[in-house]
């Protein structure tokens, strides 16, 4: 499965294999803005500690893993924290992100 790049925009659009049933081919809703949307915005953020030692040598470390976060391209909002996830959203597998998050 490959993820198509949407120019300009660093978007990702999911594969989608059939449409949700009673929505508009390729369309879910946005469960907190209520728009339809075919694909989610993909944002990743690295998390590093900087400083500068006595000697004036700056340092970077890593201090976490990497968060990779799917989110609603019409308001913003967080829908999904793995690929899986963007994806069973995408293909209209989610009653309701609670409903994910329990």
Not at 53 to 81: L, Q
Request: negative net charge; charged residues 25%.
């Amino acid at each position: 499965m490959s993820s198509k790049n949407t120019p300009n925009t660093g978007a990702h659009e999911l594969p989608q294999s059939s449409p949700v049933s009673g929505e508009e081919k390729g369309r879910v809703v946005c469960p907190y803005c209520t728009q339809k949307i075919n694909y989610l915005m993909t944002m990743v953020v690295s998390f590093y500690e900087f400083h500068i030692e006595s000697n004036s040598t700056s340092v970077i470390s890593p201090v976490s893993d990497e968060k990779v976060i799917f989110y609603c391209p019409k308001c913003g909002a967080e829908i999904a924290t793995t690929r899986e996830e963007a994806i069973e959203f995408l293909k209209g597998e989610w009653d309701t992100i609670e409903e994910k998050k329990k």
